[in-house]
């Protein structure tokens, strides 16, 4: 590998909006005494014939648990890899991690919404309280054949109102809803409809294996968390952090799991 390359940021494919300059770490983008602090993580693809997917499973495990103060894990989408019978067998991967983890389905996870409540615990579309005055929302963008879906806006309305009222409200999806990657979808209206309620800080996507950064719209910062597994996109498996400190200032970092190296950052 390319060393130099490797620790050159920031990967945006095809965007037509372009991402805001990484910020300085001298800038205070790292915040001082914890609030909150998650962990989301994409594309394990468990399963995947010809990847270490094992192998990619617990350095991840590892690199979270060489994490302090680490309120919950949000795997974002393509958990396993077409095959609806290793669903059981990554929940029990899952179920290693010391901290409360959730989880969004992604277009390989193609197993119903029913079949993924009975096995996973938690639905497709979910939303649940961070703290005392902050929330985390997760929309589902696919269906059981893996198809690329527009996510229920009434519901995603339904949610947000909900939470209109929080601080901090921090919104997963696996697949961009908007065509400024390769592999997104124009679902613009959803968009308009996060933009419009100031509680949401920041939307964090999967899907985009060569895509790491953040994109702008409308003010609102959409990231994404590179992957840690499969057998294509960028050669650095990574994880993306995010903190809000005591005074409500919320930063996200992406990790690469074997080293730790920060390869970008942002303030939200």
């Known amino acids: 590998m390319n060393r130099r390359h490797f620790f050159q940021k920031l990967s945006l494919v095809g965007a037509p909006l372009l991402a805001l300059p990484m910020l300085s770490f001298e800038n205070r983008v790292f915040p001082k005494t914890g609030r909150l602090k998650f962990i989301t993580a994409s594309d394990g693809h468990w399963g995947q014939p010809g990847t270490d997917y094992e192998v990619a499973h617990r350095e991840l495990i590892e690199a979270i648990h060489r994490e302090k103060d680490v309120d919950f894990v949000l795997f974002n989408g393509d958990l396993i890899h077409d095959d609806a019978t290793l ?47 902050m929330g985390a929302i997760i929309l589902d963008c696919s269906n059981e054949k893996g198809e690329y879906r527009c996510v229920d806006l009434d519901l995603a309305k339904t949610f947000l109102d909900e939470y209109a009222d929080l601080s901090h409200v921090f919104v997963f999806v696996h697949i961009s809803q908007n065509d400024w990657t390769r592999h997104g979808i124009d679902c613009k209206p959803l968009l308009d409809l996060l933009a419009s309620y100031p509680a949401v800080r920041a939307t964090f996507h999967g899907h985009d294996h060569d895509v790491d950064g953040q994109m702008i ?21 990574s994880y993306r952090v995010c903190e809000v400190d005591a005074s409500g200032k919320a930063s996200t970092y992406l990790k690469t799991i074997r080293e730790g190296v920060i390869l970008n950052a942002h303030s939200l």
């Open 217 to 237: 719209y409308r003010g609102k910062p959409f990231l994404w968390s590179g992957h840690f597994g499969g057998s294509w996109g960028n050669p650095f498996p």
């Open 87 to 133: 669903l059981p067998e990554v929940k029990g991967i899952y179920d290693q991690l010391q901290v409360p983890y959730y989880l969004a389905r992604g277009n390989h996870d193609r197993v119903s919404e029913a079949e993924f409540f009975r096995i996973m615990g938690q639905p497709t579309n979910h939303a649940f309280p961070v703290g005392d005055d």
